[in-house]
Nanobody, 125 residues
Framework: VQLQASGGGLVQAGGSLRLSCVVS????????MGWYRQPPGKQRELVAE???????NYADSVKGRFTISRDDAKNTVWLQMDRLTADDTAVYYC????????????????????WGQGTQVTVSS
């Protein structure tokens, strides 16, 4: 299973970006999907997550500005980021809690977290 994130870039403060993350490879069941970020010199932090039922949770710092969504038919999660500020500058990582199908067992293995490769978001002030 692989997660491929895209959509990062350089944007001016007040602008918008939309990140995408596609899950691929094998047969699997995707549970919660999320976006994390790691600002320069800081630890990775949760930005937003969305359950398989569509319930979303956001970090206080992005509430009202960011929107997470998913399309299970496309195995894709998006992060729409509006009214960006310099404090949003970070490497953004997508994550998904995934149960992978095992041919040898004939069923799904216990779910675990998978991570994408990260995409840089830079907001110029």
């Amino acid at each position: 299973v692989q997660l491929q994130a895209s959509g990062g870039g350089l944007v001016q403060a007040g602008g918008s970006l939309r990140l995408s993350c596609v899950v691929s490879g094998g047969i699997f069941s995707v549970r919660t999907m999320g976006w994390y970020r790691q600002p320069p010199g800081k630890q990775r932090e949760l930005v937003a997550e969305i359950t398989s039922g569509g319930n979303a949770n956001y970090a206080d710092s992005v509430k009202g500005r960011f929107t997470i969504s998913r399309d299970d038919a496309k195995n894709t999660v998006w992060l729409q980021m509006d009214r960006l500020t310099a404090d949003d500058t970070a490497v953004y990582y997508c994550s998904a809690h995934i149960a992978v199908y095992s041919a040898s067992s004939g069923g799904l293995l216990s779910p675990r977290d998978y991570w994408g490769q990260g995409t840089q978001v830079t907001v110029s002030s």
